[in-house]
């Protein structure tokens, strides 16, 4: 098969400057963002307020003298989130955004650690941040002009109204800001504390890198609209869904509330949508729930033969027979791009049965975070894509002590080299040298393999591959896209467990759909899952057939991007 070809249509942008300055006279008055202002008000900013509210806050940011230092972002999503963040990498200095949800002891620690001087917050996290021990904190800008009286509090609004002032008095040190891209711009903290996590450090050129090649691989028109879901803080979004659209001209709906995304589909009326693995499966169950609910499987399942035939001779009518279904959705969604771990290609496939395109990419923070992305062309459901174009990827094994190139069909640690690869580890030298091999490339701490094609797929990850007794290794997430598609599971993870024996024994931990056991007991729950896991056994070798179950009564911890926080699992 030939690999697609990747258009370059988008240059290498010299800064987030320049791709600002250049959205803002190509779509001036278009609305760039749409956002919720208290429960249920919508407001709009359109790309040229996003350019001067930039500019304002960057020539502020300059004239507290806070060039060149570290400046945190906590907050919910909303605009001023990105206006934060890139006025900050403009100004040349580093931001530093973390996580709302840590608990304030954690905020405190990695404020400290990174030698913080400034923070812009929402107004419900100004207290935590001004009740903490900071020594270098100067100033701290709040988003939600709430009033504090401590000599550090400055209201976002002043710093607007500063910033407009100082630049029609001819203040131009952030207009005229020049500094090297190619030093640290982003300091991004892995989740933990500040013992265990790593500070990921990039540079405005690693994340211009990740940026150009969403741009040419995605490829969407100025005529989308963004449903935003994800948190600003995680690299994915912001690279992947904030500064690639912004860069495309396309409209961001902030969603206000994981409870609502389904609420905000139909009010925004999204054509595209950036998301995890778990939206996807979570909005197919709550579509084929109501197919269910409505007794329409049937003539659901006659619709996508019909389309299907038709598609072969060049007629497309999935948006006309399963209109019903896509109003749900908002009626207008077209493509869904899907990172942070694989995709169930049964939903891709799913989702493409109704018209709607799944485009599965990979990345991890320390690669700004794109490293591959299924173009629009020649998709391969089960792979992550093609690497991004100016990158290398290759698969190795080092079990012997020395590093080995496995060839195309081997699985082993993939490993990445290219412009989008991070600086290192914030004052770690240990760590950053223990994660590149000794050709430079970074190991992602991901197993997978390349076909003959160039496309990447994923196996799992290093640390969490079952080594059983007789030396086979299992990859836990292979098992678990058999278990997600039963439908009453909600959500599980296989791990391996130790029997009485002491034999490694492949356990699946459950949490059922509980909703579907109503009038059953545990002893019968667990009776009915081990007929659904005998069916999944049956399609799986000896060595990976699960021989527990364990029950869940609550549902999994999880990251703030959805992700099950296996390392608290015992």
């Not at 690299?235 to 409209?251: D, H, K, M, P, S």
């Not at 699985?411 to 004052?427: A, D, F, P, R, S």
């Not at 029997?499 to 545990?522: C, H, R, S, W």
């Amino acid at each position: 098969m030939k690999i697609p070809e990747i258009k370059n249509k988008y240059k290498m942008p010299e800064s987030i400057r320049s791709v600002l300055r250049e959205s803002a006279e190509k779509y001036s008055e278009k609305t760039a963002y749409k956002y919720f202002v208290g429960a249920n008000d919508v407001a709009e900013m359109s790309y040229k307020q996003l350019y001067d509210s930039y500019n304002y806050v960057g020539t502020t940011i300059c004239s507290l003298g806070l060039q060149k230092s570290k400046i945190a972002v906590i907050s919910d999503n909303r605009p001023e989130w990105m206006i934060a963040y890139m006025s900050i990498i403009g100004s040349g200095s580093i931001v530093v955004p973390l996580d709302k949800d840590l608990m304030t002891s954690q905020i405190e620690n990695f404020l400290n650690h990174a030698e913080i001087e400034a923070v812009f917050c929402s107004g419900k996290y100004v207290e935590n941040v001004l009740d903490v021990s900071l020594p270098n904190l100067k100033y701290l800008i709040d988003f939600d002009n709430t009033d504090n009286s401590d000599e550090r509090y400055i209201t976002f609004e002043k710093v607007l109204v500063d910033g407009e002032r100082l630049l029609n008095e001819k203040y131009n040190d952030f207009i005229n800001a020049r500094y090297d891209t190619s030093k640290m711009s982003a300091l991004i903290f892995t989740s933990g504390t500040t013992g265990t996590s790593k500070g990921v450090m990039l540079s405005e050129d690693n994340i211009l890198t990740a940026l150009n090649a969403a741009s040419n691989m995605i490829d969407l028109d100025s005529d989308n609209v963004l449903l935003s879901v994800l948190p600003m803080h995680h690299t994915y979004e912001t690279t992947a869904g904030q500064l690639t659209a912004l860069r495309l001209g396309i409209t961001i709906c902030i969603n206000n509330s994981l409870k609502y995304v389904m609420r905000n589909m139909k009010l925004f009326r999204p054509t595209t949508m950036v998301v995890v693995p778990l939206y996807v499966t979570t909005i197919k169950k709550k579509i084929s729930d109501e197919i269910k609910k409505r007794k329409k499987e049937k003539m659901i399942g006659v619709g996508v033969k019909a389309t299907k035939a038709l598609r072969k001779i060049g007629v497309d009518t999935r948006s006309i027979v399963f209109s019903e279904v896509l109003s749900a959705l908002g009626g207008r969604l077209k493509t869904i791009i899907c990172g942070g771990a694989a995709t169930d290609p049964e939903a891709i496939v799913w989702f493409e049965n109704l018209g709607i395109n799944v485009f599965q990419g990979y990345g991890i923070t320390e690669c700004s975070p794109l490293v591959a992305v299924n173009p629009m062309v020649n998709v391969h459901y089960d792979s992550v894509g093609l690497p991004i174009p100016g990158s290398r990827v290759k698969i190795i094994s080092d079990e012997d002590g020395t590093e080995k190139d496995l060839p195309n069909g081997e699985i082993g640690e993939i490993c990445v080299k290219g412009g989008h690869v991070m600086l290192g580890y914030y004052n770690n030298v240990e760590a950053t040298k223990a994660a590149f091999t000794q050709e430079g490339f970074f190991r992602t701490g991901d197993y997978g393999y390349l076909d003959d094609d160039g496309y990447l797929y994923i196996t799992g990850r290093k640390k969490n591959i079952i080594i059983l007794d007789n030396g086979k290794n299992v990859y836990p997430e292979e098992i678990e896209e058999y278990l997600e598609r039963i439908e009453l599971i909600k959500e599980c993870v296989v791990i391996g467990r130790e029997n009485n024996n002491g034999e490694v024994v492949i356990t699946a931990l459950i949490y059922p759909d509980y909703d579907q056991f109503k009038d059953m007991d545990d002893e019968q729950i667990i009776e009915k899952m081990r007929s659904e896991v005998a069916n999944v056994n049956k399609l799986l070798p000896t060595f990976k057939q699960i021989r527990n179950i364990e029950l869940k009564k609550t549902e999994f911890e999880k990251t703030t991007t959805k992700k099950i926080m296996r390392y608290k699992l015992s």
